[in-house]
């Protein structure tokens, strides 16, 4: 056992020194330019860890601070600028982060779309669904069916639209990007605008980028075996905009394939090539990602983002976060499709919301249109199937200081469901839907 038993968090709490935690975040760094060699970050922490034997007082504990500040010395003296560079520009990120946090929320963000949010509030003041209890009164009054109409109706107005924006670029378009956060609908969304787009005479090729993940292996994990897979340097980004530029050079390629049973890809194995008039259709969690297709002019490229801009106040004046609609609808997904169980996706959300606000958020306001994927009755569908959970992990987490992440999100989201009017049977949701995607059950063919 090493002198370090425990390390102080910036919040004062004092918790179990896992030396585990330093290795994967220096291969996280490494991972973010190119690195992908986890038992040089294993060797570099021991060299961190006698750094700090040596400096730290015996019978004393090291902060996080002190922590990374070995880090970036160590990187430094064996040469791995770049490493260093990647993970001071991280630390520097969490830092603004927790800053912004504190700010009073009067400072407007330029990453957040106002003009759409007006529009869906508006909209929300208008039938009556921008509270909880003005959503309750009207479940109350016999009005279900009248709210998942108006609903649908809205979400496929934006269908339209997008479709529309399409069309009137289509000649100069080569690539169609459907984007946005974990469980914000992206499948379902791009089913429904390819649909409108093929009834127009546009003919759409899939790219299936989740077929570029590198090895399982070579993701970086957290000191509780979780796998960090929600970054886009999971992607191979150079092998996927090397296919999408000769892609439209008219050249072939051999796309990759991704065995998910046993986390490894097989390169060069399925041909694709465009046809005359054919546009490429991506899917993708991190499609406004700059470095995934910077080879492709932006005049060649329509990038569509969805989030769930549900404007509905709680009864203390506080809006339902769109993070925790997509959590409940993730942890529903997971379960139903991917044997998944909802504890584990709580648990692993930290690393989804560290990745969005990195890589996804910054770059909202480059799109070219945005679709709002929320619909209000969502969370009555929701509340029979994930309150208790929720609940039970308030009580499980409450006086873990490695769990605060997971015990505030289910503080929050169990005060929410509890307001809300439980749906038992969810068979009033239509087929189609979007939420189908969550909850089972859809005539769509994912």
Aim: aromatic share 10%; proline share 5%.
């Amino acid at each position: 056992m090493g002198k370090i038993q425990y390390v102080i968090k910036r919040n004062g709490a004092v918790v179990p020194f896992n030396k585990d935690r330093i290795t994967n975040a220096i291969y996280r760094a490494a991972v973010a330019v190119g690195g992908r060699d986890r038992t040089m970050a294993e060797d570099l922490t021991g060299q961190v860890v006698a750094s700090l034997e040596q400096q730290v007082p015996a019978g004393q504990s090291p902060t996080v601070e002190q922590i990374q500040d070995a880090v970036e010395k160590v990187l430094i003296e064996n040469q791995h600028a770049r490493v260093a560079k990647a993970f001071i520009l991280y630390r520097a990120d969490r830092a603004r982060g927790r800053q912004q946090r504190i700010k009073d929320s009067s400072y407007p963000s330029s990453n957040i779309p106002w003009a759409k949010m007006w529009h869906i509030l508006d909209w929300a003041v208008e039938q009556g669904v921008n509270t909880i209890e003005g959503f309750n009164q009207r479940i109350a009054k016999g009005e279900l069916t009248d709210i998942v109409c108006e609903s649908e109706e809205l979400y496929h107005e934006d269908i339209h639209n997008a479709a529309d924006l399409i069309i009137s670029r289509a000649k100069d378009l080569k690539i169609i990007v459907i984007t946005g956060p974990s469980s914000s609908g992206k499948t379902t969304t791009t089913i429904n605008v390819g649909e409108h787009l093929k009834q127009k005479g546009y003919s759409l090729v899939t790219m299936n980028i989740d077929n570029y993940f590198f090895d399982l292996a070579l993701h970086p994990k957290d000191e509780f075996g979780d796998f960090d897979f929600e970054t886009p340097q999971a992607l191979d980004l150079s092998l996927i905009n090397e296919h999408l530029v000769k892609l439209i050079k008219g050249e072939q390629v051999l796309m990759p394939v991704y065995d998910f049973k046993t986390g490894k890809r097989f390169d060069n194995r399925t041909p694709m090539q465009l046809k005359p008039n054919e546009l490429i259709l991506i899917d993708s969690l991190h499609g406004l990602f700059p470095d995934m297709t910077k080879g492709v002019p932006d005049e060649q490229k329509f990038k569509l983002y969805l989030e769930p801009l549900l404007q509905m106040k709680d009864q203390d004046g506080n809006y339902v976060r769109w993070t925790d609609i997509r959590l409940m609808r993730r942890m529903l997904r997971d379960r139903a499709f991917r044997a998944y169980d909802p504890t584990q996706t709580l648990l692993h959300w930290h690393y989804v919301r560290s990745s969005e606000m990195i890589n996804i958020v910054p770059f909202i306001n480059t799109t070219d249109y945005i679709i709002s994927s929320a619909m209000p009755y969502e969370l009555s569908v929701y509340r029979p199937k994930l309150l208790e959970q929720f609940e039970k992990w308030v009580d499980a987490y409450v006086n873990d200081p490695l769990r605060e992440d997971a015990f505030e999100r289910a503080v929050r989201v169990s005060a929410v469901l509890r307001q809300i009017t439980p749906l038992e049977d969810d068979s009033f949701v239509p087929k189609d839907s979007v939420i189908r995607e969550f909850i089972g059950g859809s005539a769509l063919k994912y």
